[in-house]
């Protein structure tokens, strides 16, 4: 990591100014960020009293020279920053040299260190920003910082703390998170005798997720796995500090970008009320950024409700110079170079990788009682988007996973145990469930069969979660005349028939609006609508994009339009509540909107108005058809509204509600 030297006053003042340390969470974050700069392969972090009394770190990382050491707690001391130009190009967490000397200002601060360059370490000892003891000590090798007391000395800031759950919270769900960014490392986090997070290193991501959500959360998310687009660089936004470099190159081969995204999101019934589940991370990171924020939304658009969001754990790479994190104290916000380009990039490869994995909801009997998350993952709360929600205190009690919002009352009420089912014909036809005659291939299979025959466990096929299986189910009867009952390979489905049509007409109105030729039908006699002043004004914004979407309307006389075609999906019958439904949406949330945003909310109106309704019986061709149309949809797994299409109920649980497993 080099030396520590004070940074000149030129490249100091280009730093963005403002308060490190808020409370103890910003603490353990800049000690966090230091020790992963210093190289560690393990973090120990323990807290007392929400770490307002004690928060200890320690690591193995490189550790610091003794004069180091004492430079360090100068302001503006740093290793990982030279002059100006670095500062486009930072590559560590840290580079303010501020971290140290403003907690040793608050607090009573123990530093204990020791480099591999020498054989003696090193302790200082600060309170309130003044050195008590400075003194070679007999240590191992990597660094410790102990911080009592903090802001003993400065009792305004700390009447702004809020209560120890609160803060253990903030430092759980930031410690936790680190983790997550570094499954090759161990992190260690205890409050007094309580263990919060412990993971050891393991080889992938995925891994790491299970270590610390445990595989409930799992079975909800998507991996994006790694994913990757390239920018052209125009020549003329190359940044100065490029030029020399980009000289280099042949001229007809322009510099590219390359930006990466991989990690994981819900699936779209994982709906929360607030953004508090959403991490993002750019370069190891993580920040807390409108904009990718946005693009999160975006990928899910019309297959979540506007007021709902996912859960994602989102890691960015790009080339340092792509992004500004000189731009907040706390480094947590930064800047893109490439706003707009990494925006669509991050909503796109989302809204791909939820079109091909398809991830269909599944009754699982118990499946949200018993979350094996560790300690720490399930705390409450995240400061870094609660700083971007400004929400009052109330929210804290919304569960940083899982937890699926409540069904949506407005649905029939409605619930499938598995008590129920025996009235069900299931089928198991599967061959691989065939109980093999002869005897088992190897000891471990040795068991006993009583009177009700027994499924080998390797019978039973692995959960098929993908809404692939769609194409191959067969429809057995409807319940209510409203849901589909259907038979896949691997277990029951629930399809909700409306919601099913719904999606299956969208995308099919979508396709014909984008090649400009929406089915029209012309009406026998025009039909007159009287319109208020604001949806007249409604009317004339958006008379285009309904041209566009089918409806051929011309003004008649004094806030009177007529509509003399209309798509060919809408019945005569509901064409005024779709017209009126379309105008309440341009008068509504959308009025800001873009044009993209109106013309998919028009397709979902005249999608749900034209789709079959619930409470109406299908027979099994037309139950077969919706089936095998919605299998063909792009995105199968929720209607324009964000409403789940299909349930599935898989052999494994089915078999386990019977106690065959
Ligand atoms: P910054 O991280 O912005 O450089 P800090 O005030 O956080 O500033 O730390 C000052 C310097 O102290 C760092 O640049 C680094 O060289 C050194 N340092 C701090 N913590 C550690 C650690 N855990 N291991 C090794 N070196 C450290
Ligand atoms: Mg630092």
Not at 201 to 220: A, H, N, W
Not at 254 to 276: C, D, H, I, M, Y
Not at 327 to 352: A, C, L, M, N, Y
Not at 361 to 367: K, M, Q
Request: proline share 8%; net charge negative; charged share 25%.
């Amino acid at each position: 990591m080099g030396r520590i030297r004070i940074l000149p006053d030129q490249v100091a003042n280009k730093i963005a100014a403002g308060e490190v340390v808020e409370r103890p969470a910003s603490v353990v974050k800049e000690l966090l960020e230091n020790s992963l700069d210093a190289g560690s392969s393990s973090v120990r972090i323990e807290v007392e009293s929400g770490g307002r009394r004690l928060i200890r770190i320690v690591d193995d990382g490189c550790g610091m020279l003794r004069d180091d050491a004492l430079l360090a707690f100068e302001r503006h001391a740093t290793s990982k920053l030279r002059d100006v130009k670095d500062l486009l190009s930072i590559a560590t967490l840290g580079f303010r040299g501020e971290a140290l000397p403003s907690i040793a200002s608050v607090s009573r601060l123990l530093l204990e260190t020791r480099s591999a360059e020498e054989t003696t370490g090193t302790r200082i000892e600060i309170a309130g920003g003044k050195m008590l003891r400075c003194e070679e000590a007999a240590l191992g090798g990597g660094t410790c910082i102990t911080v009592r007391d903090l802001f003993y000395n400065v009792p305004a800031r700390r009447k702004f703390l809020r209560t120890e759950p609160t803060e253990l919270a903030h430092i759980a769900s930031l410690v936790t998170h680190y983790s997550l960014a570094h499954p090759e490392k161990t992190f260690h986090l205890t409050s007094g005798p309580n263990e919060l997070l412990h993971v050891t290193p393991v080889e992938t991501m995925k891994e790491r997720v299970y270590q610390v959500f445990g595989s409930q959360i799992l079975d909800d998310l998507v991996e994006i796995g790694t994913r990757e687009r390239e920018l052209l660089l125009p020549p003329a936004s190359v940044p100065a500090s490029q030029a020399i470099a980009e000289s280099r190159q042949e001229p007809d081969d322009p510099p590219t970008r390359t930006f990466r995204l991989n990690g994981f999101f819900s699936r779209p019934q994982v709906q929360k009320a607030n953004r508090n589940s959403i991490y993002i991370f750019i370069n190891g990171r993580l920040i807390r950024d409108r904009l990718l924020m946005h693009a999160l939304s975006s990928a899910y658009h019309n297959l979540m409700p506007h007021s709902a969001y996912p859960f994602a754990l989102l890691f960015l790479e790009c080339d340092a110079e792509e992004v500004d994190v000189n731009v907040h104290p706390s480094k947590t916000e930064v800047r893109f170079r490439h706003g707009s380009f990494i925006h669509d990039f991050v909503r796109d490869t989302i809204r791909e990788r939820l079109m091909e994995s398809r991830p269909a909801p599944s009754f699982s009997p118990g499946h949200r009682s018993a979350p094996v998350a560790q300690p720490g993952a399930q705390l409450p709360y995240s400061e870094f988007s609660q700083m971007i929600e400004n929400q009052p205190a109330g929210e804290f009690t919304d569960l940083p996973v899982a937890a699926a919002k409540a069904p949506d009352p407005a649905l029939p009420e409605f619930a499938l145990r598995p008590t129920a089912l025996p009235a069900l014909r299931l089928d198991f036809t599967a061959p691989a469930i065939e109980v093999a005659p002869g005897p088992p291939p190897s000891g471990k299979l040795m068991r006993h069969l009583d009177a009700h025959g027994e499924f080998p466990p390797e019978a039973i096929p692995p959960p098929e979660m993908s809404l692939s299986a769609l194409s191959d189910l067969r429809p057995l009867g409807q319940i209510h005349e409203s849901f589909i009952i259907a038979a896949g390979r691997d277990g029951l489905w629930i399809i909700d028939q409306h919601v099913a049509h719904e999606r299956i007409l969208f995308e099919q109105v979508m396709k014909q609006r984008a090649a400009g030729r929406v089915e029209m039908q012309r009406l026998l006699m025009p039909m007159i609508l009287q319109l208020t002043p604001e949806q007249q004004i409604d009317y004339a914004r958006i008379a285009d994009e309904l041209h566009a979407s089918g409806f051929e309307t011309e003004p008649f006389g004094n806030r009177t339009i007529a509509v003399k075609a209309a798509p060919a999906a809408v019945g005569a019958a509901d064409l005024e509540r779709v017209l009126f439904e379309i105008l309440e949406i341009a008068e509504g949330e959308l009025r800001g909107a873009s044009l993209d945003e109106l013309r998919r909310n028009i397709c979902a109106s005249i999608a749900c108005r034209a789709a079959i309704k619930i409470n109406m019986r299908l027979d099994t061709a037309k139950m077969e058809w919706l089936l095998r149309t919605l299998a063909l949809t792009d995105c199968p797994m929720s209607c324009p509204h964000g409403r789940p299409i299909a349930m599935h109920y898989p052999t494994r649980e089915i078999l386990k509600a019977f106690h065959r497993i």
